[in-house]
């Protein structure tokens, strides 16, 4: 019998140590992801391990009654409309557009936010330097002195396109917080100027992205208010659709929309 030579010997227990590391953090793997209790011991071949049911993602009720309130009334809308537009008529297509109105302001905050948390989360600062919005690749001139309690310092960029401005809402990609508030840009000379207050704490930002979000939350509630939209199609009072021209339109008799005013060519505003 042939024996085996200490090297030999050495490279089967570093195969063996591999795979015990191997099969270790697979188990451990499985545990994190699955979120299995830990186990008294090994499982049987057979037994079912068990697994957590999927997540249901509910939206807060506040939101979730909302939405349902806007599909309520878009509904009632849309009651009776055509679903090609060329088959209905210029009142008919204003109340569509008015129904798709309701949830517009809803669908652009969705691709703002989208935009922004992908600026923010999944570029590194080379790659905001060639993005339109943000400003990458910043770096620490010098400080410029006190205004009040605050300091003011002076970064410097490259050259680039970005959305940045004096009194625009910035934030740090690095931090998630805000870096200071921007008192002075100089595009051709390629510096910024961030007033900190005397309690910062965070570190100087390499990149700034555009933070300010115009809030719409009354322009949508303000849509819902018109007993106009709120009542839909139920009365046939519910008063006149505002339209660039003033002429009326004739519709059928108790439509809530009758007399609504379109323009010409039979498109609402």
């Not at 451990?28 to 079912?48: K, M, S, T, Y």
């Not at 939101?63 to 009651?79: I, N, Q």
């Not at 302001?105 to 905001?128: P, V």
Request: one cysteine or more.
């Amino acid at each position: 019998m042939a024996l085996r030579s200490p090297q030999t010997d050495e490279t089967l227990r570093s195969i063996e140590a591999y795979n015990r590391d191997d099969c270790v953090s697979n188990w451990r793997l499985r545990d994190l992801v699955g979120g299995a209790a830990p186990r008294a011991g090994p499982a049987r071949i057979g037994e079912p391990l068990p697994r957590p049911g999927p997540a249901e993602a509910e939206a807060a009720e506040e939101l979730s009654g909302r939405l349902a309130h806007v599909a309520e009334v878009a509904d009632r809308l849309c009651a009776e409309v055509p679903a090609e537009e060329a088959d209905r008529t210029p009142e008919q297509h204003a109340r569509w557009l008015l129904a798709q109105l309701l949830s517009w302001h809803r669908r652009e905050e969705k691709a703002f936010w989208w935009r922004f948390f992908h600026l923010m989360n999944e570029l590194t600062d080379e790659e905001r330097i060639v993005e339109r919005e943000p400003i990458g690749g910043l770096t620490l001139v010098e400080c410029l002195g006190q205004v009040a309690r605050s300091t003011v310092y002076r970064y410097r960029f490259p050259e680039q396109e970005h959305a940045v401005d004096v009194g625009t809402e910035v934030c740090d990609p690095a931090t998630g917080r805000s870096p200071g508030s921007v008192v002075a840009l100089d595009a051709a000379a390629g510096t910024i100027d961030l007033r900190r207050g005397p309690k910062t704490t965070v570190p100087h930002p390499t990149s700034l992205v555009p933070s300010g979000h115009v809030a719409t939350g009354q322009l949508r509630d303000s849509l819902l208010r018109d007993r106009r939209v709120g009542s839909g199609a139920r009365h046939r009072r519910a008063g006149r659709l505002p339209c660039r021209s003033g002429a009326a339109a004739p519709t059928r008799a108790g439509s809530a929309w009758q007399g609504a005013a379109v323009p010409a060519g039979g498109r609402a505003a």
